[in-house]
T-cell receptor
Framework: DQQVKQNSPSLSVQEGRISILNCDYT??????FLWYKKYPAEGPTFLIS?????DKNEDGRFTVFLNKSAKHLSLHIVPSQPGDSAVYFC?????????FGKGTKLTVNP | GAVVSQHPSRVICKSGTSVKIECRSL??????MFWYRQFPKKSLMLMAT?????????EQGVEKDKFLINHASLTLSTLTVTSAHPEDSSFYIC???????????FGSGTRLTVV
């Protein structure tokens, strides 16, 4: 049973436009969510997080939105840059370990 | 702050040999470390949770005799792939969770190729 789902395996956007990456979860006990960015052959790097007591967290070009009633979170990147091209993993914090989604590959075209 | 160093970054070994991967928290004490494996086009799969001073907790389906984990100190956890086979070739990543609220910091990963 996949508790964290990223239903879009890939996303392609034009440079300067908004990138929206989505993530759904099933376990209502998750209380902390994270987004990681991963380049090929490298470990994931932490990008941004959000606590379940909030519905929005912003850090520069990156904003994460959390809709607890829908068990849905999204990562917005504005404006998108070619260097943002990577795989983005959504993760939920539960029971002392992270549960990851399968990732979404973002391609930002110049 | 909150740096996790993983070594080696790449290793090629012969089938049947053992390989040790180290995961170190450089500027914090990690009471818990996690070992993940990434399969092509798939998400990170948690293999085991390593707790300092006690036995690791393995996820279902992970062979504990094949993937030996040692967490002898608050800054070091090791994963040893014993009697490696080509199907063990993968990207292994560790992460650490320290008491200082750093959250989960990932190492840079190790690309293991078994030939």
């Amino acid at each position: 049973d996949q508790q964290v789902k990223q239903n879009s395996p890939s996303l392609s956007v034009q440079e300067g436009r908004i990138s929206i990456l989505n993530c759904d979860y099933t376990n209502s006990m998750f209380d902390y969510f994270l987004w990681y960015k991963k380049y090929p052959a490298e470990g994931p790097t932490f990008l941004i997080s959000i606590s379940s007591i909030k519905d929005k967290n912003e850090d520069g070009r990156f904003t994460v939105f959390l809709n607890k009633s829908a068990k849905h979170l999204s990562l917005h990147i504005v404006p998108s840059q070619p260097g943002d091209s990577a795989v983005y993993f959504c993760a939920a914090d539960g029971s002392e370990k992270l549960v990851f989604g399968k990732g979404t590959k973002l391609t930002v075209n110049p | 702050g909150a740096v996790v160093s993983q070594h080696p970054s790449r290793v090629i070994c012969k089938s049947g040999t053992s390989v040790k991967i180290e995961c170190r928290s450089l500027d914090f004490q990690a009471t818990t470390m996690f070992w993940y494996r990434q399969f092509p086009k798939k998400s990170l799969m948690l293999m085991a949770t390593s707790n300092e001073g006690s036995k690791a907790t393995y996820e279902q389906g992970v062979e504990k005799d094949k993937f030996l984990i040692n967490h002898a100190s608050l800054t070091l956890s090791t994963l040893t792939v014993t009697s490696a086979h080509p199907e063990d070739s993968s990207f292994y990543i560790c992460s650490a969770n320290g008491p200082g609220g750093y959250g989960y910091t990932f190492g840079s990963g190790t690309r293991l190729t078994v030939v």
